[in-house]
């Protein structure tokens, strides 16, 4: 029976919908993921699972030459970008409705680099030279240091015209009292806003007050830019590090909202998970793309061969929401001094510091990324429930309504200790 095979399953199993995905092909055949090359290799598996073959399954060989064509164009494509990696599972769909249902969170998916694209990546200096957070210490007004460790604290990159958006923010999901008082704690979740400075004394009088007013507010002595994106974003993770020493960490920017009980509820899952998990946790929206330096002056992101003169980034979270443990935190910031500052593009430089520690982004599809701000998307409550981060929430009204029905959600739910 050795040859080429397609399994398609199309049909039900008793209650069960059952679906068998993922065909691989390993150099000139295709097998099944170290189960053979047989027909019995299938019954075997399916057997294991106490499962049935269902009704209209069937087995294919490819005699399409369209089909041939297809198959060599997918192994030219594979050539070029590397190894590919795939697996053979089965997915009872009932049973994973009913994890969701549990609030069992849902396995991650580990972004691994291949082995062909190691040689285009960074290497990095032996002796620290390019510690940007003395800069930052000497030219910023910072809140006050935390009295003890935060369990969660979070860093929201800003601008100083935002006004109405942190506003929201405070009054929405940044505002952790009721967490706070769970745990009889004012430090389980902590909000700080990361700003720079507009160059209007008018305005900046104006967040300097409000600073004064809610103390949770870093304020870098940098114009407001695209350039100095990184910087803030340094700030937000040197100013948690050491002077609050959290146990996570949060980094996202103001057009974000946050679903903060189930935020809440995933990290308390990672955090008895143990110290293999917590050690080396970065999770968020990890895309396959956005890899290759841009060398075009005329885009926004273009970065110049004399600060990145590689060919490709490591894999790295996107900027707008992400979520590290405080361990893997302490590590990037000790990766600092050792990485030349890559101007706007600060999720990018985030990747270069876990690069250095060792850190492998992990990417969570409940990390949901917009091209478009959704003013007008109508949240199912499943949509909300289901969340950990939405992007593009820029009204304080939506930050509100959206807080709303999640509490609604979490408080109909069986109470759970999350201690």
Avoid at 384 to 410: C, F, M, S, W
Wanted: charged share 25%.
């Amino acid at each position: 029976m050795t040859g080429h095979y397609l399994i398609h399953f199309r049909d039900f199993t008793g209650k069960s919908n059952l679906i068998v995905e993922g065909y691989c092909i390993n150099k000139k055949k295709w097998y099944f993921n170290n189960h053979g090359d047989s027909v019995q290799a299938i019954n075997d598996i399916l057997k294991a699972k106490n499962l049935k073959m269902p009704k209209g399954g069937h087995f294919g060989r490819i005699l399409s030459w369209r089909r041939l064509i297809a198959v060599l164009l997918f192994l030219i494509v594979t050539k070029i970008y590397g190894d590919f990696i795939c697996s053979f599972k089965v997915t009872n769909w009932n049973k994973k409705a009913t994890e969701i249902k549990n609030n069992k969170p849902k396995p991650t998916i580990i972004t691994k680099l291949p082995k062909k694209q190691e040689s285009e990546l960074p290497t990095f200096e032996a002796e620290p030279k390019y510690d940007i957070t003395k800069f930052i210490t000497e030219n910023s007004t910072q809140p006050q240091p935390c009295f003890k460790p935060a369990f969660f604290l979070l860093a929201i990159n800003s601008h100083t015209y935002h006004y109405k958006r942190r506003k929201g923010i405070r009054e929405s999901w940044g505002n952790g009292w009721d967490i706070n008082d769970s745990r009889n704690d004012s430090y389980t979740w902590k909000t700080v806003f990361v700003v720079g400075r507009s160059g209007v004394k008018k305005r900046d009088d104006l967040v300097d007050a409000e600073a004064e007013r809610y103390g949770d507010m870093i304020i870098i002595n940098l114009k407001e830019g695209h350039q100095s994106l990184t910087e803030k974003t340094v700030a937000g993770m040197y100013w948690a590090y050491k002077y609050c020493r959290p146990r996570f960490f949060y980094k996202g920017d103001d057009d974000v909202w946050l679903n903060k009980w189930r935020m809440f509820e995933y990290i308390n899952h990672i955090d008895r998970s143990g110290w293999k998990v917590v050690r080396k946790h970065w999770v968020g929206y990890v895309s396959r793309g956005n890899r290759k330096p841009i060398r075009n002056k005329k885009n926004k992101y273009y970065i110049s061969p004399l600060d990145y003169k590689w060919k490709r980034f490591p894999p790295y979270c996107s900027g707008f929401s992400n979520l590290m443990s405080g361990i893997a935190l302490e590590r990037m910031v000790e990766s600092i001094p050792f990485i030349k500052k890559l101007p706007g593009i600060d999720d990018v430089y985030v990747g270069l510091l876990a690069y250095r520690a060792g850190i492998t982004p992990i990417h969570n599809h409940r990390f949901h990324y917009h091209w478009i701000y959704v003013y007008r998307h109508n949240f199912t409550l499943r949509q909300i429930d289901i969340t950990l981060a939405e992007h593009g929430v820029v009204t304080p009204e939506l930050q509100l309504k959206l807080t709303k029905n999640a509490r609604k959600i979490y408080l109909s739910r069986p109470k759970k200790n999350t201690r």
